[in-house]
């Protein structure tokens, strides 16, 4: 079945060091991803997403790569703040309903 | 903020009761999904609404029913609670239907059944 999920459940960072956080996914045929935030007690905020035409995409800080070849999603963050601290998720969307498919979350812990 | 609102944003039920949760999506937004977020877990897609009319389901149990309103606001009602049912509940809304329209989710709706 579809599954997207994660390689590491906790990633624990100096404050101003980059963030690296991964996902794979077993769909080939999903052709959207997309990045959220969650802090405790909220509801999923949205960072970045990416179409699988493109293998990169920047924001503010934050850098998505998709490799399509390995199935493979990351987010990278750039000088990380303590404000950054939160679960990470990375989710899959595709066909015609706006259904995603969530993996289980990364903790990005930020040490001051 | 997503201008996704959702109410009540916490409550407590028992077993056997019936529970509804209400969102009012974005301005603009015509479809409306709902997700079960267990604690520790990434959310689970229950339902989308599209237009009034349910447009995709996930694996959950005909307990869990929806409505889409002419406004685009949607409820949620799950009949029977069980323990498990004990989640965050979380409502997205989207301009449309297709892939790549970007999805906002609301600050969710926690529900404990005792």
């Known amino acids: 079945g579809e599954s997207v999920g994660l390689h590491l459940p906790t990633l624990s960072v100096q404050e101003g060091d980059n963030s690296i956080i991964n996902c794979a996914y077993s769909n080939s045929a999903s052709d959207y991803f997309i990045w959220y935030k969650q802090e405790s007690g909220k509801g999923p905020q949205f960072i970045i997403d990416i179409r699988s035409n493109m293998d990169k995409r920047q924001g503010q800080r934050v850098t998505v790569l998709l490799n399509k070849t390995v199935k493979h999603l990351s987010l990278q963050i750039a000088a990380t703040q303590p404000g950054d601290s939160a679960v990470y998720f990375c989710?899959?969307?595709?066909?015609?309903?706006?259904?995603?498919?969530f993996g289980t979350g990364t903790l990005l812990a930020v040490q001051p | 903020e997503t201008g996704v609102t959702q109410s009540p944003t916490h409550l407590i039920k028992t077993r056997g009761q019936q529970v509804t949760l209400r969102c009012s999506s974005q301005?603009?937004?015509?479809?409306v999904s709902w997700y079960q977020q267990a604690l520790g877990q990434g959310p689970q897609f229950i339902f989308q609404y599209y237009r009034e009319e349910e447009n995709g389901r996930g694996n959950f149990p005909p307990r869990f029913s929806g409505l889409q309103f002419p406004n685009y606001s949607s409820e949620l009602n799950v009949n029977a609670l069980e323990l498990d049912d004990s989640a965050l509940y979380l409502c997205?809304?989207?301009?449309?239907?297709?892939?790549?329209?970007?999805?906002?989710f609301g600050e969710g709706s926690w529900l404990t059944v005792v």
């Open positions: 997205a809304s989207g301009p449309s239907l297709g892939v790549g329209n970007t999805i906002y």
């Open positions: 301005s603009g937004h015509n479809t």
């Open positions: 989710a899959e969307n595709g066909g015609a309903t706006n259904k995603l498919i």
